[in-house]
């Protein structure tokens, strides 16, 4: 981290947001927080630019905590004074005890600090919002417990929210079926009974897709046209029967055949991963050229391998965004010596590192690179600079953010 005697207001609001600090407001006024204000309603020069820390309720200032003439001591000030709370946020506000206590259950697992209260709310402290949003969504608070479906559904939300254009992953679905009648209706004509769970998953996650570590799923129309309904209803065949009756999921030598009794195929025959089937009771039967295995799965383990694989897929887009709220890139931002570096650090979260160019200036980039240049040299010591960050459009800017974030992150991290 930036040392904090070196904070200017807008760093000062990276910093807190970074941390997952919420009970504060910079340069405005809050309700029942602590905010650093400016004032200049005084006439005399020395004064004209104070810096104060105060507590407010409902707009109005209710105590001055401090007040200074220097920027940095006052955010200096008002840093020790946040740190000293314990910041709520509420992730969950259940109507029932039982999502509550799933939910609940959940954060325990993930070592997270909670309170929940008999109204059912489920309130997390400090940075672990960022690890309930990595593992919920960006949907919060939770206004009922979510089946694994709609974990899917949510977390592929944030997925598609930060790599809208699939750069980081790719996984790409048709929308779920949605209808047990028209499901019903193809399970009919084409006399093949699906096992539940992918009904569910039909039903319920997508019809059918691409998932970047698990293959090209059929939609499925196109699990009906390729699969036999005469194969399908046989049993299975002796080795596989005592696969499952063993319960073993070792690698066996697939005797040659590619679509046995007993299994319907739920991925493209070209599908680069591997070839996938289910048998009738929802189990899975792969096969990756010679060799193929009997995996037995509980219907909510076979659904969390999409939940999984999304996950999998923002893995690299959260450590990103961990790097931006780390601070690291602020801290050692005096020490890169490329104007050009510098214009793309400050465009990464939408700081504007000068402020008093004119529209003029800005047109002139020689001029501006210069300037840039010799005000960068005269505050390298300082590390004071007048940004323009705001906390609360840290992560609307994400595409911009994500894409000049994993240039920088890669020459930290060569």
């Given at each position: ?6 904070l200017?207001?807008e760093?000062l ?5 970074g ?38 309720e ?5 105590h ?38 799933q ?8 070592q997270i ?9 489920v ?10 949003e ?11 417990w ?19 254009y699939?750069r980081y ?14 499901l019903?209706?193809?399970e009919?004509?084409?006399g ?8 569910t998953f039909?039903?319920?996650v997508c ?13 499925i ?12 209803n046989?049993?299975?065949?002796e080795?596989l ?6 319960k ?6 697939n ?6 009794p ?8 070209d ?12 189990y ?27 996950q ?11 790097f ?6 602020i ?6 010596h ?12 939408g ?6 160019l ?11 690179d ?7 040299i ?14 609360e ?10 894409e ?11």
């Amino acid at each position: 981290m930036w040392e904090v005697r070196y904070l200017n207001a807008e760093l000062l609001d990276l910093k807190l947001w970074g941390e997952g600090c919420r009970l504060y407001q910079i340069r405005q006024m809050g309700d029942d927080e602590i905010c650093l204000i400016q004032t200049d309603d005084t006439p005399q020069e020395s004064l004209c630019q104070r810096w104060q820390v105060v507590y407010t309720e409902r707009g109005t200032v209710q105590h001055l905590l401090f007040e200074f003439t220097d920027e940095a001591e006052a955010c200096e000030f008002m840093y020790r004074e946040i740190k000293t709370i314990k910041h709520p946020h509420l992730v969950g506000l259940f109507p029932t005890d039982d999502d509550a206590e799933q939910f609940c259950q959940v954060l325990t697992q993930l070592q997270i600090q909670f309170s929940h209260d008999p109204q059912g709310r489920v309130r997390v402290y400090d940075q672990d919002i960022f690890t309930v949003e990595r593992h919920f969504g960006c949907q919060l608070p939770l206004r009922k417990w979510l089946s694994v479906p709609e974990r899917i559904h949510v977390t592929l939300d944030r997925l598609r929210k930060f790599d809208p254009y699939n750069r980081y992953v790719q996984i790409t679905t048709n929308p779920p079926i949605g209808s047990e009648t028209k499901l019903s209706a193809l399970e009919a004509q084409h006399g093949i009974k699906l096992p539940e769970v992918y009904r569910t998953f039909l039903l319920e996650v997508c019809n059918g897709g691409n998932w970047e570590r698990l293959g090209n799923y059929w939609s499925i129309e196109e699990v009906m046209a390729n699969n036999s309904a005469q194969l399908w209803n046989q049993p299975l065949p002796e080795f596989l029967a005592k696969l499952r009756a063993a319960k073993s999921r070792d690698w066996l030598k697939n005797p040659g055949n590619q679509q046995y009794p007993g299994l319907l195929r739920i991925v493209d025959g070209d599908n680069p991963v591997r070839d996938l089937f289910l048998t009738q009771e929802g189990y899975e039967v792969e096969i990756q050229g010679d060799w193929i295995r009997f995996c037995e799965f509980s219907p909510e383990q076979w659904l969390k391998d999409f939940l999984d694989d999304i996950q999998y897929g923002l893995s690299p887009i959260e450590g990103l965004l961990a790097f931006l709220r780390s601070g690291k890139l602020i801290r050692d931002y005096p020490y890169f010596h490329s104007v050009n570096f510098a214009r793309l650090l400050a465009e990464t979260i939408g700081l504007n590192i000068d402020p008093e160019l004119t529209n003029e200036q800005v047109r002139v980039s020689d001029e501006i690179d210069y300037k840039i240049n010799q005000w960068r040299i005269e505050n390298m010591g300082k590390m004071r600079y007048n940004f323009g960050f705001n906390a609360e459009q840290a992560e609307m800017r994400t595409q911009r953010i994500l894409e000049r974030l994993e240039y920088i992150y890669n020459i930290y991290y060569p």
